[in-house]
């Protein structure tokens, strides 16, 4: 397992529900959203199963932080191997589930 | 909503009275497997199984689901754990019943001794819940069906619910097929295996207690049913005499479909009428199986 944590600045969250969604199986991972005592960052915690593409997930987390306000929220992230069109659906499931938006 | 396609999770939100489960070891807690870590392999945060307490028409229910997804529903020490726990919970807390939403292939592989030692611990806890007369209904209708330890699990439960997609069985088709041959068992024939180890055959045989339809909603219809039947007669005690006549019975069947090649010959012996079987609905069948 490939493992890494990365701090990004965003803008902070309104709602911070704790939430897991998705599932770890083949091509696919899930994604645990908590509240942290932070404002103006998200923290993004993952551990994946394929190695070598810590760019690739730098640039889609990257994406997902300026696109959602998702400052004082940690995001744990199991993947086996899932594609980043794959991790980028799922992390914005899980916002919309943590900010209340989805059931 | 489709109960095969739906995630543990899901499944549990479906079931039960809305917003009242809560879960215990929720995924937070980072409960995850050590024997997977040490391998290097992908975690879940659950381990696989959501565990709580809620409520289903009103009764107060134990839960467990497990993810089928997941390294196929199997039982590490952790999942397992969890399991027992939510059983052994029961005998303090006094639930209407214990539902069981199993989706597994058996023991973790990966976690050898450690998930079989589980899976007998879960058994050991599953008699101690019904010796205190509480009610354990396994509910079976998951991609992985229930099968190794897990089908021997379903099968101490009071009641089975099941779907046509749900299969229950010890040993899983490749598992047969590459022991004994593929004159044996070809667990690539899917029609055949679920003719072999589908709900209508395990209804048809008595194994499972209940046939529904493959959606939630009928799931939970039939789950508030039968507590609803357990709070007015509760949990017959089995007699010696009792367990012999099982025994018997069990027997008679051994010998009547020893020679069975197929489902079909099953339903050829249980049902009024046996043509078009796969093609009926759970409640056509149902009534076929009340007719005989």
């Known amino acids: 397992m490939e493992k890494f944590t990365l701090t990004l600045k965003s803008v902070p969250a309104k709602s911070r529900r704790t939430t897991l969604c998705g599932v770890v199986s083949s091509g696919n991972l899930e994604v645990l959203v908590e509240p942290i005592g932070m404002e103006d ?26 696109e959602h306000e998702s400052g004082g929220l940690r995001l744990s992230i199991n993947d086996a191997g899932a594609t980043p069109a794959v991790v980028s659906l799922r992390l914005s499931q899980a916002f919309e589930i943590a900010s209340g938006d989805a059931p | 909503m489709s109960y095969f396609e739906a995630s543990a999770r899901t499944r549990i939100r479906g079931l039960v009275d809305a917003g009242t489960f809560e879960e215990f070891c929720p995924p937070e807690m980072r409960q995850t497997s050590p024997h997977l870590a040490r391998l290097n392999a992908p975690l879940s945060f659950d381990d696989g199984v959501a565990v709580g307490r809620a409520r289903l028409s009103g009764h107060a229910i134990l839960i467990a689901a497990q993810e089928g997804r997941f390294n196929g529903g199997s039982v590490g020490e952790v999942h397992g754990a969890k399991i027992r726990g939510l059983l052994d919970r029961a005998l303090a807390e006094r639930p209407s019943a214990v539902l069981l939403l199993i989706d597994s292939g058996g023991v973790r592989l990966h976690e050898a001794n450690a998930g079989l030692i589980a899976i007998s611990e879960i058994m050991r806890a599953l008699l101690s819940v019904q010796a205190a007369g509480i009610p354990v209904f396994a509910l079976v209708g998951g991609s992985c069906g229930a099968f190794g330890g897990m089908g021997i699990v379903t099968r101490l439960c009071n009641e089975v619910i099941m779907s046509e997609q749900g299969r229950l069985s010890l040993s899983g088709p490749e598992v047969i097929e590459t022991v004994k041959g593929v004159e044996e ?16 055959l395990r209804r048809a045989q008595g194994d499972a207690t209940r046939l529904v339809e493959d959606s939630i909603p009928a799931f939970r219809n039939a789950a508030a049913e039968l507590m609803e039947r357990y709070r007015v007669h509760s949990l017959p005690e089995k007699s010696l005499t009792d367990l012999l006549a099982d025994q018997e019975r069990l027997a008679c069947r051994n010998m009547q479909f020893s020679n069975a090649r197929d489902g079909q010959e099953v339903w050829d012996a249980t049902l009024s009428d046996s043509t078009h079987v796969p093609e009926l609905s759970s409640e056509e069948f149902n009534q076929r199986l009340l007719e005989r």
């Open chain 1, 41 to 66: 960052a998200c923290e993004i915690e993952v551990s994946t199963s394929a190695h070598g593409f810590r760019d690739i997930w730098e640039a889609v987390l990257n994406d997902f932080a300026k």
């Open chain 2, 185 to 200: 068992f070809d667990s690539r024939d899917r029609a055949l295996v679920w003719r072999v180890t589908g709900g209508k």
